[in-house]
């Protein structure tokens, strides 16, 4: 009868092929999933580039509401630390006084008159200091904005002020 020895060479070899056979199965998992990684983030980061990842609709308008409670309304875009709005539009207020009665006496009754407001949008870059139609805002200095839609009364009143002026 013959006895099988164990060679203690041999033994050695076939460890190191299992920790050889181990490691390269590992390594091809963690290639494997570098590569799933790698075409997930191409994936997202060009599926945001195309759909706008900062949420602006680039074809419409939106309103920025002011840290000092002004809203303005434009084309808004996103340049850094700053975001920039053009074309810009912002509401304004005229109140009238109606029917004061100076002969009531009380000022109560003064104080308690009708009064009208009327608010018109008005075309920015016509002030006294005559800026130019672009706005650079700091990010910390705005509230919000939102997308403004298409059939909103604004944006209707921006196509309608833009029709008359290249009439």
Same mark, same amino acid.
């Given at each position: ?55 602006? +609709? ?47 006496? @009380? ?12 608010? +018109? ?30 059939? @909103? ?15």
């Amino acid at each position: 009868m013959r006895t099988i020895e164990s060679n203690p060479q041999t033994e050695e070899q076939v460890t190191r092929l299992q920790r050889w056979e181990l490691s390269t199965r590992t390594n091809m998992r963690l290639l494997i999933i570098a590569v799933v990684a790698v075409l997930v983030a191409g994936a997202y980061f060009g599926f945001v580039k195309l759909a706008g990842s900062d949420g602006i +609709r680039r074809e419409g308008w939106q309103a920025v509401f002011l840290d000092n409670g002004q809203v303005y309304f434009g084309k808004l875009s996103i340049d850094s630390d700053f975001y920039v709005l053009s074309d810009i539009y912002y509401l304004q207020a005229e109140q009238t006084v109606l029917g004061v009665d100076t002969t009531a006496g @009380s000022a109560d009754n003064q104080q308690a008159a009708a009064k009208k407001q009327n608010t +018109r949008l008005v075309k920015f870059g016509n002030e006294l200091h005559g800026p130019e139609d672009e706005m650079h805002i700091e990010r910390s200095k705005i509230l919000f904005w939102e997308n403004m839609k298409d059939e @909103s009364n604004v944006v209707k009143a921006i196509q309608e002020s833009k029709t008359q002026l290249t009439k």
